[in-house]
């Protein structure tokens, strides 16, 4: 999963949602989305070839300001794996395949390879490498530099913050520690010659052409791997490079002078230059983009509006307001282990969802209401009845919820949560959850600590806790199932801080192998039906699925949703004058 920007959940990477109901055009070349998060459809195009198609009304020249309260934590491109760095990333780096939006849907193309082809036991995927690709200081990219940035991957004492889909499914994943420790023979990968990749598995992997869209497999040549120091300018295939960088305040790009747009069917370099700014209040520099005063117009803020402007948005404000899907859904996770499943049942019939939904500042621009562990924009999402009291509204019935507790003999039974006690809104939401779970015969028992040792605590499986632990929700990393059930629910989750329910069941971890052996296209349906019988079983209670709600300046031309992130696809924006 990617990681959010700003950690509503732990953590969490990305999908193939869109911009919701298609791809309705605003008067300003904005795309706007107005309604419920809408389905995609799994989209490769194994022929698409530079250029990529020009943005209708986009032209060339001047700075694009971003503001963010968010800082992102690296640009090391084996350690990106926060939704904010990952779309920056794609102004930075190319990568063997990658996700254009067409017609408002994300499609799988080439990028610095094909788009693979695997073997018959499908455990050996080769790629074949495309040419005349170069670096930003003009030296050609080499097959070896991305095999190298495989090997690169493994080393997680150093880069700790990255995917790791590879030490799950890669050959020889257990033994090889990266090129650090290990040295540089690994047998996953190979280069038969020039123009070929080959990467072995230890079990099949039918996504990983999805997988090889993420930063951590754009080429490095090992020469150039200075480790820790490597953040700090990255080797540049894409249309920008580091201009100047100041980590925590401010990245400024300028165009890489040697990316070759005819190579290259995912991106454009329309604007002359990009300022990042970090660490700015979101409220206020929403505001300005909202006002769009002197150089603001220019300028976007890629955090989701806040409900404090919504009343702002009337008249031609409303077209500064691009909307599309997220990959992400919200949940409050039951710890299977230590709650008995008739007694998560009556915490759902309990459940105050309206209330929450309330006092979390929640609103139809950036939420609604979640059913389901996949959202709406995953293939394979399954929009099946919910089970009894897991449907995302209502105010809960504590007279019910008790009676079933009596019913169980659990009359009294103690719910325990870790919340943010230094902020108003946590405060508030516990207080809440709290008083409903009281009227239904709960003893509950919240433990409040600092906003700096929440998470940590969050992720502490052993804590004295059985609610609301980390993950608290999930991004896809690509669109499939693939990158949500075999992370979140097998056995191997607990011990990778990665579970929802805290499940250890070796016929369901069985069943999960199966389905992602499966065909991207095939295992579609099957995922919606573990979705189902997951959800039956009480894991967590749905929340909401996450949208995107970004203001932009009046000059900011090409502004449509990247459902792979839930940010603004950056390679499309432009100035208007």
């Not at 052409?209 to 150039?224: G, H, L, N, R, W």
């Not at 806040?306 to 702002?312: C, T």
């Amino acid at each position: 999963m990617r990681k959010l920007t700003a950690i509503v959940a732990v953590a969490a990477l990305a999908t193939l949602s869109v911009t919701a109901c298609g791809d309705s055009k605003s008067k300003d070349g904005n795309s706007q989305d107005k309604s419920e998060i809408a389905q995609d459809q799994m989209a490769a195009d194994p022929n698409a070839k530079g250029p990529a198609p020009e943005v209708p009304g986009a032209r060339k020249g001047g700075t694009l300001t971003v503001y963010s309260q968010s800082t992102p934590n690296t640009f090391d491109p084996t350690d990106i794996y926060y939704t904010d760095s990952n779309e920056i990333g794609k102004l930075l780096f190319r990568t063997p395949t990658q996700f254009i939006i067409r017609k408002g849907m994300p499609v799988l193309v080439p990028d610095l390879t094909d788009l693979g082809t695997v073997s018959d036991d499908k455990l050996t995927w080769t790629f074949k490498m495309l040419s005349g690709i170069k670096y930003a200081d003009g030296t050609d990219v080499k097959v070896e530099d991305i095999a190298y940035a495989i090997k690169r991957s493994f080393a997680h004492d150093v880069f700790i913050n990255g995917p790791t889909y590879q030490t799950d499914y890669f050959k020889d994943a257990d033994k090889y520690k990266g090129p650090y420790v290990s040295g540089e023979n690994y047998a996953g990968v190979e280069t038969p010659d020039a123009n070929t990749l080959v990467i072995h598995l230890d079990k099949p992997f039918a996504d990983l052409p999805f997988y090889m869209t993420f930063s951590m497999f754009t080429p490095i040549p090992q020469a150039k791997d200075n480790r820790q120091d490597y953040k700090n300018n990255p080797m540049a295939t894409g249309p920008y490079q580091f201009d100047a960088f100041t980590p925590g305040t401010e990245l400024k790009l300028k165009k890489n002078t040697y990316w070759d747009a005819n190579t290259d069917p995912a991106r454009h370099q329309y604007v002359d230059a990009w300022d990042f700014k970090w660490g700015q209040d979101d409220v206020k520099t929403q505001q300005q983009v909202l006002n769009s005063a002197g150089p603001d117009a220019s300028a976007i803020n890629y955090a989701n509006i806040d409900s404090s402007l919504i009343p702002q948005l009337t008249g031609d404000k409303m077209n500064q307001l691009v909307r599309g899907a997220s990959p992400c859904t919200i949940v409050y996770q039951m710890d299977t282990r230590k709650i008995p499943l008739e007694v998560r049942k009556a915490i759902a019939k309990a459940w105050p969802y309206d209330q929450i939904w309330k006092a979390a500042g929640l609103n139809d621009y950036i939420a609604e209401p979640a059913t389901t562990i996949l959202p709406p924009s995953v293939p394979g999402y399954n929009k099946y009845t919910p089970a009894p009291d897991l449907n995302g509204t209502g105010t809960g019935d504590p007279a019910a919820a008790k009676k079933m507790l009596e019913d169980a003999g659990k009359l009294g039974f103690e719910v325990s949560w870790y919340y943010d006690n230094t902020k108003p809104i946590p405060q508030q939401v516990t207080q809440i959850r709290s008083d409903a779970l009281k009227a239904a015969g709960f003893t509950p028992k919240p433990i409040g600590v600092a906003t700096a040792d929440l998470r940590s605590k969050a992720n502490d499986y052993n804590a004295p806790v059985n609610m609301g632990q980390a993950p608290g929700g999930w991004c896809s990393d690509w669109p499939t199932g693939g990158s949500w059930f075999p992370v979140l629910f097998r056995s191997q989750s607990l011990k990778d801080n990665l579970s929802w329910g805290m499940m250890s069941d070796p016929a369901l971890d069985a069943e999960i192998d199966a389905v992602g052996a499966l065909p991207a296209a095939d295992a579609a349906a099957k995922w919606g039906e573990l979705d189902k019988k997951i959800m039956d079983m009480y894991v967590a209670i749905p929340r909401y699925y996450d949208k995107m709600a970004i203001l932009f300046g009046t000059n900011v031309g090409g502004g449509e949703g990247d459902g792979t992130v839930g940010m603004p696809f950056l390679p499309n924006l432009f100035l208007k004058s």
